[in-house]
């Protein structure tokens, strides 16, 4: 069983940083795919970010793009979101999250398989 723990969140400023962790339980981290999503209030859970295995390919929401930045410590068992920039449309509950198989898109919530609880971000403007 895969456990997934988000630290990091908080409440900031627009135009502020945060750099958001997940620390993994579980032999087999290194062979997941890991991504990050996020939901806001009275909206879906949407796709930030996310990076394969190896940490070669890396993927992003075009909303994020060039200010978040993810990241994975395979030694550590550790994926992590730096968000720079931050806007208060970011503001969301971001969610960890492991891909063990390969289905659905890597930007579906639907191709995931373990899910971290939670971390709240709060952008004020």
């Known amino acids: 069983q895969v456990q997934l723990v988000e630290s990091g969140g908080g409440l900031v400023q627009a ?15 290194s062979s997941y795919a890991m991504g990050w999503f996020r939901q806001a209030p009275r909206k879906e859970r949407e ?3 996310a990076i394969s295995w190896s940490g070669i390919n890396t993927y992003y929401a075009d909303s ?16 992590s979101l730096q968000m720079n920039s931050l ?5 969301a509950i971001y969610y960890c999250a492991g891909r063990q198989y390969n289905r659905d898109s890597i930007y579906d ?3 995931y398989d373990y899910w971290g609880q939670g971390t709240q971000v709060t952008v004020s403007s």
Do not use: Q, Y
Request: charged share 30%; glycine share 10%; with cysteine.
């Open 64 to 79: 994020v793009k060039g200010r978040f930045t993810i990241s994975r410590d395979n030694a550590k068992n550790t994926v």
């Open 47 to 49: 796709f930030v970010a």
């Open 87 to 91: 806007k208060p449309e970011d503001t």
């Open 109 to 111: 919530a639907r191709g």
């Open 15 to 29: 135009g502020d940083s945060l750099r958001l962790s997940c620390a993994t339980s579980g032999r087999t981290f």
